[in-house]
């Protein structure tokens, strides 16, 4: 027997229609519409990094080892290798007049980047990818020091999701 609820929908129908709206969204995942599951994330575990010259490149590198690789590391027989050369800057943004100093500041992180074949050399890609994080400059020395070494990890690590990012669309399109 169905049960009314007073607008001519049973519940039995308004029961089944949730059921049915369910399984459908269930089965819907987010993803590239022209991708292949898979491919390019083995492409990028194929990629090997140059060494770095100084911290902030040491950090932006060690993120894409890990995003490159999953958190399995570097490969062990690359199939691209991937130039990196990093820089650092700091810019004071806030004046405070009466001292003289500076209250706050941006920390920009560039890294220039060249993939190629590691088998011919050829060049796959290039660029230049910036990234920035603000900063306050406390009176205190050394917590200076740690919020400009913080505001760089955070800016080194945002560079490398955007090389990733180009990394990953030049191997696509391979």
Do not use: W
Not at 23 to 35: D, E, H, I, K, T
Not at 74 to 80: D, F, I, K, M, R
Request: glycine share 8%; proline share 2%.
């Amino acid at each position: 027997m169905l049960l009314s609820d007073g607008t001519g929908f049973s519940r039995l129908v308004k029961t089944i229609a949730g059921i049915a709206i369910l399984g459908a969204v269930a089965g819907c995942q987010v993803r590239p519409l022209y991708s292949t599951p898979g491919v390019v994330e083995g492409k990028l575990a194929s990629v090997s990094i140059s060494e770095a010259d100084d911290r902030i490149e040491q950090q932006v590198r060690n993120q894409l080892v890990f995003l490159f690789g999953g958190g399995a590391g570097e490969p062990q027989n690359a199939a691209y290798r991937l130039e990196l050369h990093v820089t650092s800057r700091s810019l004071g943004v806030l004046a405070d007049v009466a001292s003289d100093t500076m209250r706050a500041g941006r920390i920009i992180v560039s890294a220039d980047y060249n993939l190629a074949r590691a088998d011919t050399g050829e060049t796959v890609a290039s660029g230049k990818r910036t990234a920035s994080a603000m900063v306050d400059f406390p009176a205190q020395q050394f917590a200076k020091l740690r919020a400009i070494r913080e505001a760089q990890d955070r800016a080194a690590r945002e560079a490398a999701e955007f090389v990733r990012a180009d990394v990953a669309a030049a191997l696509a399109r391979r």
